[in-house]
C-alpha cells in the first residue's frame, strides 16, 4: 500500500519509528516530515498528507501530534477526507469498518508506539463494510459540495 505520513515535533519521534515500521512491512511510505522533533506548525503537515489522500497520491494517511486532535481536525477539511482520531485499536477497526476513514491520527504524548503500530496495523487491515454505513456517508456529498 502506499501510505502517506507526517507530523509535528511532538509526534516526530513516533512518526521516525512508524515510517521504518511501514516500510518494513513493504508499504510505499511517502513521508512529509518534518525532520526534527523542532517546534512546528501541525496543520501544514495535516494538510499535506491530507491532499494525498484525497488526490489519491496515497491509499491512506497517518498523522502523529500530541493528541491527534489538530491534526484530524485539520485533514477533515480537505475535500473526500475522513480522518479519525484513534486512541485504541477496536476504534480504528470502527473508523475503518463504519466510517470508511482514510487518515489515522494518532496521539504520539498519550498513547505508546506499541499501541499506536497495532492501531495503524488494524486501521490498514480492515475492510469498509458498506450497506447502511455507505447510505450515511453519502450524505457527506452535499456537505462537501456547498460547505453547508
Ligand atoms: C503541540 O504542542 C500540540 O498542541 C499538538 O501536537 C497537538 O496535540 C494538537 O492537537
Same mark, same amino acid.
Given at each position: #500500500? /502506499? =501510505?502517506? $505520513?507526517?507530523?509535528? !515535533?511532538?509526534?516526530?519521534?513516533?512518526?521516525?519509528?512508524?515510517?521504518?515500521?511501514?516500510?518494513?512491512?513493504? !508499504?510505499?511510505? $511517502?513521508?512529509?516530515?518534518?525532520?526534527?522533533?523542532? +517546534?512546528?506548525?501541525? %496543520?501544514?503537515?495535516?494538510?499535506?498528507?491530507? #491532499?494525498?489522500?484525497?488526490? /489519491?497520491?496515497?491509499?491512506?494517511?497517518? @498523522?502523529?501530534?500530541?493528541?491527534? *486532535?489538530? #491534526? &484530524? *481536525?485539520?485533514?477533515? /477539511? $480537505?475535500?473526500?477526507?475522513?480522518?479519525?482520531?484513534?486512541? $485504541? %485499536?477496536?476504534?480504528?477497526?470502527?473508523?475503518?469498518?463504519?466510517?470508511?476513514?482514510?487518515?489515522? &491520527? @494518532?496521539?504520539? +504524548?498519550? =498513547?505508546? *508506539?506499541?499501541?499506536?503500530? /497495532? =492501531?495503524?496495523?488494524?486501521?490498514?487491515?480492515?475492510?469498509?463494510?458498506?450497506? +447502511? !454505513?455507505?447510505?450515511?456517508?453519502?450524505?457527506? @456529498? %452535499? @456537505?462537501?459540495?456547498?460547505?453547508?
Amino acid at each position: #500500500m /502506499k =501510505i502517506s $505520513i507526517g507530523s509535528d !515535533h511532538a509526534g516526530f519521534e513516533q512518526k521516525q519509528q512508524l515510517v521504518e515500521y511501514l516500510t518494513g512491512l513493504g !508499504h510505499e511510505v $511517502i513521508d512529509h516530515g518534518p525532520d526534527s522533533d523542532e +517546534r512546528v506548525d501541525y %496543520p501544514d503537515y495535516a494538510v499535506k498528507v491530507a #491532499m494525498d489522500v484525497s488526490f /489519491k497520491r496515497a491509499d491512506y494517511g497517518v @498523522l502523529v501530534c500530541g493528541t491527534g *486532535i489538530g #491534526m &484530524c *481536525i485539520f485533514a477533515n /477539511k $480537505i475535500v473526500r477526507v475522513r480522518a479519525a482520531n484513534v486512541t $485504541i %485499536p477496536e476504534f480504528a477497526e470502527l473508523a475503518r469498518a463504519h466510517n470508511d476513514a482514510n487518515v489515522v &491520527c @494518532l496521539s504520539g +504524548r498519550f =498513547i505508546d *508506539i506499541d499501541t499506536n503500530k /497495532k =492501531i495503524v496495523d488494524v486501521f490498514l487491515s480492515t475492510e469498509f463494510e458498506g450497506g +447502511r !454505513h455507505a447510505q450515511r456517508l453519502a450524505k457527506l @456529498l %452535499p @456537505l462537501e459540495r456547498t460547505g453547508a
